[in-house]
């Protein structure tokens, strides 16, 4: 898998990666491993992804057979000098790289020098470790005896004897001498190593695109909230300061495979909130609790995809290696429509009730279709008549008590909603008229969590269906919630005969951007809103006791 490996002992994490079968004879090992030297996962992932970058490169190298020059190959070994002296330096072990004759320390030179004359295996013994030392720190792949290596070899020795000179004059107490290489070529850009671009940083890339997606009026508050979530979890699995090329379509399926092992609710439920990724896992696996849905995943990935796509489209990536990442299919929960019965014990439960919104919201949205925040942010201004029809204003006008807009959810939410007869019976014009001024639901209070009434509102409503006995278990597939009662509306709509065009401006589905210029003629004015209300006083309630 492309992530760390943890050590099942010693919880540390490794970069652990097969290599693939048709390079093995050039890499010389099946796998590439190599201690991360950490056991926070956050980290190692970010690690990880650097690593891993490198380890594809190698095997790219080997695919392509890669040459060095000659510039290179003398680039490699003065690499190899300035670290070597680097560290001399700074540990002060200057006798490694001194010889003993007759019990005094002296230059080596003399040892190198014989190695030199006396060909590629003499000088292989003496700095082979140095040599695959400069090969592994630079990511370049060669082979043990070709020309390259050999010539690589003999360039160490030279280097290694200017080491032993620069070595015996800080072993006296000399430190103004450095390293005599006329050419200084250990900033040289080696032909195995691409031009690195600047990059945007994964969590940069964020979140210009959800300014992006903010600055455009796609997500504000609760639509905010899921893609959010689902970036934090993405940048938690392979690092904030990742470069985003550096990202592989393995680990986004890794990704999503992750997700498949999340438990449900974890952002409500107390003790899953805040918890790691592999935490959640641990967990749910522990615990066996239910999973999150396909649904749930492929949304959550959906918005990685939508991320990779702009990302392209504004080449701060090369490419979408997202593009063809499926999330396998699997049974999904469906909402339900109230049945007769089952509103009667809500309007049981609710027709005495000390908050207004309790008894108006269910019956509002029942009747019309409307969304629970469109109704808990109704002012009193927003109930207005127009030839005799009463309607209630879906608007994006400002909110008086918050200051910012009101929230629609598409262009097609902002409507005029007729009023039903049913409703003016139970009262509605006359609990309006008791207003003074401002919402007609005060008792909810704005959420901070998302900007929403609703979110507010829900803390109520679904712990009543609980109690009423009318919430699914979290086994069932399917969902009753108060959304619920907008699939009531559209499927009574259905069943006396209200048109799908006409159902559709009611409710503001989204459905209606199929419309064209000339299909909207007539929509505002007051005889089309008649219409409308004569299409909601189809529907009877005969059943039911508001």
Request: aromatic share 10%; proline share 4%.
């Amino acid at each position: 898998m492309a992530s760390p490996w943890k050590h099942p002992d010693s919880g540390i994490y490794y970069h652990r990666v097969g290599v693939p079968k048709d390079i093995r004879d050039q890499i010389g090992k099946s796998v590439i491993k190599f201690s991360l030297n950490t056991r926070d996962l956050t980290e190692a992932k970010r690690l990880f992804a650097s690593h891993y970058a490198d380890t594809q490169a190698l095997f790219q190298q080997a695919r392509d057979k890669v040459t060095l020059s000659t510039k290179d190959i003398e680039a490699l070994a003065q690499r190899w000098l300035q670290a070597a002296v680097d560290s001399m330096e700074e540990i002060g072990d200057f006798e490694n790289y001194l010889a003993c004759f007759d019990g005094e320390v002296a230059n080596a030179s003399s040892l190198i020098s014989e190695a030199l004359e006396r060909g590629y295996k003499a000088q292989l013994r003496l700095v082979c470790y140095h040599v695959d030392t400069v090969l592994a720190d630079n990511n370049v792949l060669l082979t043990e005896g070709s020309e390259e290596y050999k010539a690589l070899t003999e360039r160490i020795c030279w280097r290694l004897m200017e080491l032993s000179g620069i070595a015996e004059d800080r072993f006296f107490g000399d430190w103004q001498t450095t390293p005599k290489t006329a050419q200084r070529l250990s900033e040289h850009r080696l032909s195995t190593e691409k031009v690195v671009p600047s990059y945007k940083p994964l969590s940069a890339m964020v979140d210009d695109f959800t300014k992006y997606k903010i600055d455009r009026g796609d997500w504000s508050g609760k639509t905010l909230r899921d893609p959010v979530n689902a970036y934090e979890q993405f940048i938690e699995f392979v690092g904030a300061d990742v470069d985003p090329h550096t990202i592989t379509r393995d680990q986004l399926r890794d990704f999503v495979a992750l997700l498949h092992q999340l438990p449900q609710r974890y952002t409500i439920i107390p003790r899953l909130k805040n918890k790691s990724l592999e935490k959640l896992v641990e967990i749910a696996a522990d615990e066996e609790l239910p999973l999150l849905s396909p649904t749930t995943v492929k949304k959550k990935f959906v918005f990685i995809k939508s991320l990779f796509s702009h990302a392209e489209q504004e080449e701060w990536v090369d490419k979408n290696r997202a593009i063809g990442i499926t999330v396998p299919k699997g049974k999904s929960k469906k909402r339900t429509a109230y049945r007769p019965e089952e509103l009667q014990v809500i309007f049981n439960e609710t027709k005495g009730a000390e908050r207004p919104s309790d008894y108006w919201c269910p019956r509002i949205s029942l009747t019309t279709g409307m969304r629970s925040n469109e109704i808990l942010q109704l002012t009193k201004g927003d109930v207005q008549q127009a030839n005799g029809v009463w309607y209630l204003d879906v608007n994006t006008e400002v909110d008086a008590e918050t200051g910012v807009d009101k929230k629609a959810k598409t262009d097609n939410s902002q409507r005029k909603v007729p009023v039903p007869q049913v409703l003016i019976d139970a009262g509605l014009l006359d609990y309006v008229e008791s207003i003074k001024e401002g919402r007609l639901f005060p008792c909810v209070a704005l959420a901070a969590a998302d900007g929403t009434y609703s979110f507010t509102y829900s803390k109520r409503f679904n712990p009543m269906l609980k109690r009423l006995g009318l919430k699914p278990s979290i086994d069932e597939m399917i969902i009753r919630d108060f959304h619920s009662f907008r699939h009531t509306f559209r499927s009574n709509a259905r069943a006396y005969g209200i048109s799908k065009e006409s159902a559709e401006l009611i409710g503001g589905w989204k459905s209606q951007n199929e419309r064209t210029a000339g299909d909207n003629y007539g929509l505002h004015y007051d005889a089309f809103i008649a219409e409308l209300k004569d299409n909601t006083d189809k529907i009877e309630y005969s059943g039911i006791t508001f």
